[in-house]
C-alpha cells in the first residue's frame, strides 16, 4: 500500500556517483515531487517526476544519456525528449530520512509521461543502502 507524503519539504543533497554534478548549476526544485512511502515495506518509496514533453500515449520512450529521455514513434520518427531533474544514485532528504534513488522506468500515468523513480533509505553514517 502506498501512501503520499506531500507537505515534507524534499531536497536533494547529493549524487553518490557524480559528486559534482550540482556544482555549477545548483540542486533542481523539487518543490511540485511528493515521495510516495510504502507502508508494507517503509525502506521502499517512489517518486513520480512529470516529463512535460508533448508525446503521444503510443510513443515508445527510450532513456540514454543518464537523464535524457527520447520518445520515438513509427520508422523511429523523434517524437521529442526532455531532461530528467532526478538519476540513479541521487540522495534526497524528506523530512529527517535520507533516501536514495535506486531505478526508474517511464510510463503513461493520468494522460501524461512520467519517470517513475524507486528509491530505498538510505544510511548516511555507513555511506550504505538499508
Known amino acids: 500500500m502506498i501512501q ?3 507537505g ?8 553518490l556517483m557524480f559528486p559534482f ?5 545548483g540542486f533542481p526544485d523539487l518543490s511540485d515531487l511528493a515521495l510516495e512511502a510504502d507502508r508494507l515495506r517503509p525502506w521502499i518509496s517512489q517518486i513520480e517526476e512529470p516529463l512535460g514533453v508533448v508525446a503521444p500515449a503510443n510513443a515508445e520512450p527510450f532513456c540514454c544519456y ?3 529521455v527520447v520518445f520515438y514513434g513509427p520508422q523511429s ?3 521529442g525528449r526532455c531532461e530528467t531533474r532526478l538519476q540513479i544514485n541521487d540522495v534526497l532528504r524528506v523530512g529527517d530520512d535520507r533516501w536514495q534513488v535506486w531505478s526508474g ?3 503513461w500515468l493520468r494522460g501524461a509521461w512520467r519517470m517513475v ?3 530505498k533509505k538510505y544510511d548516511e553514517t555507513q555511506r550504505r543502502v538499508v
Open 21 to 25: 554534478r550540482f556544482q555549477d548549476t
Open 66 to 68: 543518464i537523464r535524457t
Open 8 to 15: 515534507e519539504p524534499m531536497q536533494m543533497i547529493e549524487n
Open 105 to 107: 522506468e517511464v510510463a
Open 77 to 79: 520518427a523523434e517524437f
Open 4 to 6: 503520499k507524503r506531500s
Open 117 to 119: 523513480w524507486q528509491l
